[in-house]
C-alpha cells in the first residue's frame, strides 16, 4: 500500500472486550472531535467473554458488581439471572452496551495486528495488521487483555492426536456437548479454574461415555453457591447499585469482599471454626477473601486454614486415595487464584470420571489416540481437551512485533543481543503506573501490567478514567507527545516489587506470578502484577494527575508531514 493512504487517527484502540469497550464509549463522549477507532481480532465484540465458550464458564465476581457503573439506564434495566452470570449473559450484557451506545460502527473486527512502530517524525503510532493494511495514530490504547493468549501444553506428541482437540478459549462456536461428546471418551488437560469448570459441566453430561483429567498440579477449589435471581430480587438489588460499587471501591480486589480485620491467632479455636464455617456456607469468594487478614501473609494461620478447607474436600469425595491427590501439598489455600466449583468434587465419585495424578504418574506423551502416561498406561481418547491456561499478562503483547523509541523491542530475552535491548527484559514488565512505558510514548494499558486486575469491570472503569483524563491534559496543551521518565518507572516498579513482599501468594509458582512452563523464558517468578490495595493504587493514579502529572514528560512540537 501506498505510504499516504494509511489511515490516521487521534487515537487507536487494541482490542474489544471490556477494557475496549469501555475506552471505546468514554473516549468518544469526551473527544467527540476526534478520530477514534478500535481494532479487533475476533468477529464480535467480548474479549474474554466472547473467547471463552466452554461448557460450564461462568464469572466468579457477583453479577452485580460485574456491569459498567456508566450506564446507570441499562443497570436498572438488566436482569442479571443468576448470582455469578454465565457466560452468554454477561457476552449478551456486553453487546447490549455495544449495541446501545452505536459503538459497532467504530469497530473494526477480524483484524489481529501483527507489528507496531513509533514513528518519531510525526509522533504517532504506525501499526500493520496480518492482511498488510496499516493505520497511524496519535495516541494508543492497548486494551488487549492479560488472559487473552490461550497457552497449549507443553507435551511431546501434541500434534499427532487424531481426534477433536481444542483449547477452552478456542471452543467451538457450535459444539453441543450432548449431541457431539455422545458415547465419547473426554481427556482434559488442567484443572485451573477453566478445568474446573469445564470438568464438572462436561462430567455431569449423560451421554458422555468417561471424562480422564489429567491433573499436574491440584488448585485449592471452594463452593460456588450460585442461585437464581429472580425479577422481584433483582428490583431491589437495582436501588443498591451506588452501594455496591461504593462497597467495591473499598476492598482490596476491588470484590464485595473484605477480610475479617482479626488475626487468625489472635482468636480462639472456636472463633476461627465459627468465621471458616460461616463463609464457607456463604457465596462467591467470601472464603478466599473474607477470612483472617493474616491469613495470606502468616504461614501458619495459612495452614490451619489450608487443613479447614482440606477436611471440607475429603468429605466430598468416596475414594480417600482420589481426595489426596486433589488436595494440594505444595501451596496452601488461596495462595492462587481460588476457582469456584458446584460439584467438582462428587464429579470424581462418578464412576466413568477418573483422576489422572500427574505427579504420581506423569504424561509422557500424545498420541493419534490419546495420550501415554510414564508407566506405559495409554488412555484411548475421542476428544482431548486443553484447559492450560494463558500466556498470561504478557502474552497479548509478545504476539506483536513492536519498535518502540530508537526501534527498541518491548519484550525481549536476555538470552541474545538484540533481546537484551527489549524495555521488558526477560518477560519482566517495567512501567509507569502501569499505564505507561518507558520508550513506548503515547501509548497506554488499559489492564496491563502493574495494574490491579481483580473485579475487572471496576478496574478497567478507573484504568479509562485516568487515560481519559490524561488524554485531556494532552489536548488542552497541544501535547502530541507523553512518556514516563525512566525515573518514575524505576521508582514505580520498585514499589510495585516492594508491595509483592510477604505475601505468601508470590511464593507460588502461576500465572499471577508470571510462570508457565509451556512458554518459553517463563519459568521463573516475576512481579507483574499490583498486589497492593487498589484504593492505594487509585491514590497513586490521583496523586500523580494532582501534581502535574509527575513521572510524566510531555511535548508540544507540532507533528511534521511524513518525509
Ligand atoms: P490456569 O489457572 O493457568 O490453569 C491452567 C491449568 O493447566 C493448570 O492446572 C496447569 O497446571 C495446567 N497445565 C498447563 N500446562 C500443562 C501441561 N503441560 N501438562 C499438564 N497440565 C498443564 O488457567 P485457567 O484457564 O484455568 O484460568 C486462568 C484464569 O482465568 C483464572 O485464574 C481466572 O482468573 C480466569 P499447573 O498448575 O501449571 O501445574
Known amino acids: 500500500m501506498d505510504s499516504t493512504q494509511v489511515d490516521h487517527y487521534d487515537v487507536l484502540i487494541i482490542g474489544a472486550g471490556l477494557s475496549g469497550i469501555c475506552s471505546l464509549y468514554h473516549l468518544r463522549k469526551r473527544f ?30 457477583e453479577s452485580l458488581s460485574y456491569a459498567f457503573s456508566f450506564d446507570k439506564d441499562l443497570i436498572n434495566e438488566w436482569h442479571w439471572k443468576e448470582t455469578f452470570a454465565p457466560q452468554s449473559e454477561i457476552l449478551r450484557y456486553i453487546e447490549r452496551v455495544a449495541e446501545k451506545h452505536d459503538l459497532h460502527k467504530d469497530i473494526k473486527f477480524n483484524t489481529r495486528i501483527k507489528s507496531a512502530r513509533w514513528q518519531d517524525f ?14 497511524e495514530a496519535g495516541f494508543f490504547v492497548s486494551c488487549m487483555g492479560f488472559l487473552s493468549t490461550p497457552s497449549l501444553p507443553a507435551i511431546p506428541g501434541i500434534e499427532t492426536f487424531k481426534g477433536q482437540a481444542f483449547h477452552t478459549s478456542r471452543w467451538p462456536k457450535n459444539l453441543d456437548i450432548s449431541r457431539d461428546f455422545a458415547d465419547k471418551r473426554i481427556g482434559v488437560i488442567g484443572t485451573g479454574a477453566t478445568g474446573i469448570q469445564t470438568i464438572t459441566t462436561v462430567s455431569k453430561e449423560p451421554s458422555v461415555k468417561s471424562v ?69 456456607a456463604k457465596p462467591g469468594f467470601s472464603k478466599w477473601l473474607g477470612v483472617f487478614s493474616d491469613t495470606y501473609t502468616n504461614r501458619e494461620a495459612n495452614k490451619l486454614y489450608s487443613d479447614f478447607m482440606a477436611s471440607k474436600i ?32 462428587e464429579t470424581y465419585n462418578r464412576s466413568n470420571v477418573h483422576l489422572v495424578d500427574m505427579q504420581k504418574t ?97 478496574t478497567i472503569e478507573h484504568a479509562v478514567a ?36 510477604g505475601h505468601l501468594s508470590n511464593e507460588v509458582d502461576s500465572w499471577m506470578t508470571g510462570v508457565n512452563k509451556n512458554v518459553k523464558g517463563k519459568m521463573v517468578r516475576s512481579v507483574a502484577r499490583y498486589s497492593g490495595h487498589a484504593a492505594e493504587y487509585r491514590r497513586r493514579c490521583a496523586e500523580c494527575k494532582q501534581n502535574g502529572w509527575a513521572g510524566l514528560k510531555f511535548a508540544q512540537t507540532p507533528r511534521v508531514a511524513r518525509p
Open 314 to 345: 475429603r468429605a466430598r469425595l468416596n475414594d480417600p486415595e482420589v481426595a489426596d491427590s486433589l488436595i494440594p501439598k505444595n501451596h496452601g489455600f488461596g495462595t492462587r487464584r481460588i476457582p469456584l466449583e458446584s460439584g467438582y468434587f
Open 122 to 135: 510525526n509522533r504517532s503510532w504506525l501499526f500493520t495488521d496480518e492482511s498488510g493494511i496499516q493505520y
Open 362 to 458: 506423569p504424561v509422557e506423551r500424545i498420541t493419534d489416540t490419546g495420550i501415554t502416561l510414564t508407566n506405559g498406561t495409554h488412555h484411548e481418547l475421542d476428544v482431548l481437551i486443553y484447559a492450560t491456561g494463558f500466556d498470561a499478562i504478557t502474552g497479548a503483547f509478545s504476539s506483536i512485533e513492536w519498535q518502540g523509541k530508537n526501534g527498541r523491542p518491548l519484550l525481549g530475552s536476555s538470552d541474545t543481543k538484540e533481546g537484551r535491548m527489549a524495555i521488558w527484559l526477560d518477560h519482566r514488565p517495567r512501567t509507569y503506573l502501569g499505564l505507561t512505558i518507558n520508550s513506548m510514548p503515547n501509548m497506554f494499558t488499559v489492564l496491563g501490567p502493574h495494574q490491579p486486575f481483580g473485579n475487572a469491570p471496576r
Open 466 to 501: 485516568v487515560v481519559s483524563d490524561l488524554l485531556q491534559y494532552c489536548k488542552d496543551n497541544d501535547f502530541t507527545y507523553v512518556e514516563p521518565t525512566p525515573d518514575a518507572v524505576e521508582r514505580w516498579t520498585e514499589h510495585v516489587v516492594a508491595c509483592s513482599k
Open 32 to 61: 467527540p472531535s476526534w478520530r477514534i477507532r478500535v481494532l479487533e481480532a475476533a468477529e464480535s465484540v467480548g474479549g474474554t467473554w466472547n473467547w471463552n465458550r466452554y461448557p460450564g464458564a461462568r464469572v466468579d465476581s
Open 212 to 280: 480422564t483429567v489429567f491433573q499436574r498440579t491440584p488448585n485449592w477449589s471452594a463452593p460456588l453457591r450460585n442461585e437464581e435471581i429472580s425479577l422481584e430480587k433483582m428490583q431491589e438489588h437495582q436501588k443498591n447499585y451506588d452501594r455496591i460499587f461504593d462497597l467495591c471501591a473499598r476492598t482490596p480486589g476491588c470484590f464485595m469482599h473484605s477480610a475479617d480485620p482479626r488475626n487468625s491467632l489472635d482468636v480462639t479455636e472456636d472463633e476461627r471454626l465459627a468465621l471458616w464455617e460461616e463463609l464457607y
